[in-house]
């Protein structure tokens, strides 16, 4: 394999360069035949084009290659779609299995796409394999593409090689006399549309906007970026995102601050909008009942002072009060705390009668919390009551027990011994809501139900991302580019003297047109002839045939 | 010769990088929930907690014995089955140097008491009123139980209820 290619005009290129960096001399010889040559890259040797011979050189040329990055966009933007056509799993209910979930919802699909591993998508091993490979081909294709390019651009000499003009898609030959004055009009007038123009011997390059052949590097700079802002959200303390469930008068320590804070709820609130007050939704409010007007979390933040150990009393600074509401969240050092859910009206307290069955007199007043619930609760003149038993989310399990579910009084239930002057063993009384049991005999006494007291309960998503920022300069940097390549292009015109003739050649990147305008307009008033567009006069000609 | 062995270099190096990248990527999202449990291996971190007579237990005075921490609820029918059987097993290892801890997550004094009765459990019982302990040992769900030998290791983590054959068998296991 070759190391280097000299040149005729005694620069030295890198093995592979198609067309000389400095004059512009075809190198390859597949490309001396043809009628005009390929402009890509300036014609410089992809460098992993060339060498070819360790695992490494076989890894970086297979990245380097815009078929593998096209194929890596295609499949994902195609497992991106799938990924989209039933819920994620992080959505589906929480209390469902997966398994059965999706071919119970979707039939047969859905178990193939349970099987297939769609339901999962976005953090399976293989879309996060197909990430960095893309990650890894927008580096290495970029790189190996920028480099030789701008190597090019730089060692570019004004006078270039025949073939080079000739190949160009705009070529024109002009045999003419007097050409110093004209020189210096077209100088001027190029200059006056803002090229910057070059002499050299006579010969002149005139060139404008080379900063756009770098937009797709700025482009892909930026995805890059984005990408590393996505992989640093892995990264402890950088991202948290949790549920922070919260009842009135609870203050808990706020998940992800290794129990830096805590917050407590004050009060939380609905509020609907009033018939009679807010007169404009009044036809709304008849149609559909209510309408809300605000979700309202009152909380006060705190942060603890010291280092206690887990369990240990903790000393608490108060640092602020807030009003959550939907979009105004709480922020505090990088955390951000946003109304989500709520549940109204859960039971707090339960208040009873001991009362008479018969004669309906009662003998005290119990207030039970459902929280904290009492052993004893004492009444005046020898009567008591005692609770026996306490289900804060009563059922009857499958021996017809009564057992509690969970730890939430959803469905309270008690038993309780009620003693008093005539019955001092007392008696029993199993009480739930609208229900009465009485296990051990007929009673004279029971515990009537004389009120409940209840609190709401506000959901908080507790939000901290310390990445966004990078997301930002990233898509920033990525916008950039694409303005950076689309909204400018790189124009160059080249016009020399050859034996009584001048020679013109213009080659842009993008927008022929624009080019060919600016010809015709700084050729204006002399008598040098427009340059043909090879690539029309090719096609006319194919057509002709 | 240089310019291509720098080249070599260039490349292994941009590559080592990326694959570095990838690697951490996905040993991160695959741990990402394990990360946030508490694992094999950790140092059991440290807790002060009040039992229902009164008595304070600081994890780190039972350095030198195996600790069985166990997180339960009254609710619970699991940690409801297992716990007669760690009554038992205490009796035994109580005099080897292994103790039980077990953690209610924070119920009211009256049903973690009533329950305590009905089992006539002799191990110490504290209720993590804030849930603070629950919160440094990411417990979810119930029962949960730790195994911590004497040097405060933690040597296995069991989710689910346990049989005595087993909890007898793990016993032994942080016996020191």
């Given at each position: 394999m070759k190391e280097v290619v000299n040149c005729e005009c005694g620069h030295v290129n890198p093995h592979g360069t198609i067309l000389c960096e400095s004059c512009g001399r075809v190198l390859d010889d597949a490309q001396k035949d043809s009628k005009m040559i390929d402009m890509r890259y300036e014609g410089s040797a992809r460098r992993s084009q060339t060498y070819n011979k360790s695992i490494i050189d076989k890894i970086w040329n297979f990245f380097s290659s815009v078929k593998v990055g096209v194929s890596l966009i295609v499949i994902l933007l195609i497992a991106s779609s799938v990924g989209t056509i039933f819920p994620q799993e992080q959505y589906i209910p929480p209390t469902e299995l997966p398994k059965v979930f999706y071919e119970k919802e979707y039939g047969f699909s859905g178990k193939l796409y349970y099987l297939l591993g769609f339901h999962n998508l976005y953090s399976s091993w293989w879309y996060?394999?197909?990430?960095?490979?893309?990650?890894t081909s927008l580096l290495i294709a970029s790189i190996d593409r920028v480099v030789p390019l701008y190597r090019s651009l730089k060692k570019q000499?004004?006078?270039?090689?025949?073939?080079?003009?000739?190949?160009?898609?705009?070529?024109?030959?002009?045999?003419?006399?007097?050409?110093?004055?004209?020189?210096?009009?077209i100088k001027k007038s190029l200059e006056s549309r803002r090229y910057k123009v070059k002499e050299e011997n006579g010969n002149i390059l005139a060139e404008k906007g080379r900063f756009s052949r770098w937009g797709p590097y700025v482009n892909h700079a930026g995805l890059i970026i984005f990408l590393i802002g996505g992989m640093l959200r892995f990264l402890p303390g950088m991202y948290v995102d949790e549920v922070l469930w919260l009842r009135e008068g609870e203050m808990k320590e706020i998940p992800g601050t290794e129990g830096q804070y805590?917050?407590?709820?004050?009060?939380?609130?609905?509020?609907?909008?009033?018939?009679?007050?807010?007169?404009?939704?009044?036809?709304?409010?008849?149609?559909?009942?209510?309408?809300?007007?605000?979700?309202?979390a009152d909380v006060t933040l705190?942060?603890?002072?010291?280092?206690?150990?887990?369990?240990?009393?903790?000393?608490?600074?108060?640092?602020?009060?807030h009003s959550i509401k939907v979009n105004v969240p709480l922020k505090h050092d990088h955390f951000a705390f946003y109304q989500v859910d709520y549940k109204l009206d859960e039971l707090s307290e339960m208040t009873f009668n001991l009362m008479n069955k018969s004669t309906k007199e009662t003998f005290g007043t119990i207030t039970i919390s459902l929280d904290d619930p009492k052993t004893m609760y004492k009444l005046q003149n020898g009567y008591s009551v005692e609770l026996m038993s306490y289900f804060p989310d009563f059922e009857f399990d499958e021996n017809q027990e009564p057992v509690t579910k969970s730890p939430v009084p959803n469905n309270p239930a008690f038993i309780f011994n009620m003693k008093t002057p005539d019955k001092p063993e007392g008696e029993v009384s199993f009480v739930a809501i609208q229900q009465t049991l009485e296990p051990l005999g007929e009673n004279t006494y029971k515990m009537a139900f004389a009120g409940v007291d209840t609190r709401n309960v506000t959901a908080l998503t507790v939000r901290k991302d310390l990445t966004l920022w990078i997301f930002f300069v990233g898509g920033g940097i990525f916008m950039i580019g694409v303005i950076q390549g689309a909204y400018w292009n790189h124009r160059r015109i080249w016009i020399q003297r050859k034996d009584g003739e001048i020679w013109l050649a213009g080659h842009t990147n993008k927008n022929w047109?624009?080019?060919?305008r600016d010809i015709s307009m700084v050729l204006e008033g002399t008598n040098i002839t427009e340059p043909k567009d090879q690539l029309e006069a090719k096609e006319v000609g194919e057509k002709e045939k | 010769m240089d310019k291509k062995q720098r080249r070599l270099i260039m490349r292994s190096a941009i590559l080592a990088l990326l694959g570095a990248a990838l690697v951490f990527s996905l040993y991160a999202n695959f741990t990402k929930d394990k990360v946030e449990a508490v694992q094999k291996g950790d140092m059991a971190r440290d807790f002060v907690l009040t039992d229902l007579d009164g008595n304070t237990h600081k994890l780190s005075d039972y350095k030198g014995q195996g600790v069985l921490l166990n997180f339960w609820g009254t609710w619970c029918k699991p940690c409801e089955y297992e716990m007669p059987f760690m009554d038992n097993q205490y009796q035994i290892y109580k005099e080897q140097g292994v103790q039980i801890l077990a953690v209610n997550v924070g119920e009211s004094n009256y049903s973690v008491k009533k329950f305590a009765e009905k089992h006539q459990l002799t191990f110490p019982i504290m209720i993590d009123k804030n849930k603070q302990v629950q919160t440094a040992y990411k417990v979810d769900p119930l029962p949960v139980t730790f195994l911590i030998d004497k040097n405060g290791r933690i040597v296995d983590t069991l989710t689910g209820s346990l049989s005595e054959e087993s909890i007898q068998k793990h016993m032994e296991r942080i016996k020191p």
């Open positions: 996060l394999i197909c990430i960095a490979m893309l990650g000499k004004i006078a270039r090689h025949e073939g080079f003009l000739k190949k160009q898609r705009l070529f024109g030959i002009t045999s003419t006399d007097k050409q110093a004055s004209d020189f210096e009009e805590a917050l407590k709820n004050n009060q939380f609130k609905v509020e609907v909008y009033d018939k009679e007050e807010d007169q404009t939704f009044s036809a709304a409010i008849d149609k559909v009942g209510t309408i809300v007007k605000n979700y309202q705190y942060e603890k002072e010291g280092n206690t150990l887990p369990g240990e009393d903790a000393k608490f600074q108060k640092i602020k009060d047109h624009g080019l060919k | -």
